[in-house]
């Protein structure tokens, strides 16, 4: 499964056919730090039990950490991830 990181819209993408499941996120300062706030998850139904939240999720603090951003997840799914 390929994940997509769009930064022009602030979120990561697994497209299938006409399907899309996406993880969105916003930039943001915390005490002084660039952070990131990830506060949605969302998977089509016909998409869902796959695992494809959880690769989003995974991809997205991957990137997180590599820019060295501070995490917060709005979104209760990468918070558990965390």
């Known amino acids: 499964m390929q994940i997509e990181h769009r930064p ?33 998850t969302f998977v089509p139904p016909e998409l869902r039990g796959h695992g494809i939240a959880a690769l989003l999720t995974e991809a997205a603090l991957s990137w997180a950490r590599q820019q060295q951003l501070q995490i917060h997840a709005s979104c209760s799914y990468v918070a558990r991830a965390l």
């Open 8 to 40: 022009q819209d602030s979120c990561f993408l697994y497209q299938t056919g006409q399907a899309e499941a996406r993880l969105d996120y916003r930039l943001l300062q915390s005490n002084g730090h660039d952070a990131v706030d990830f506060y949605h």
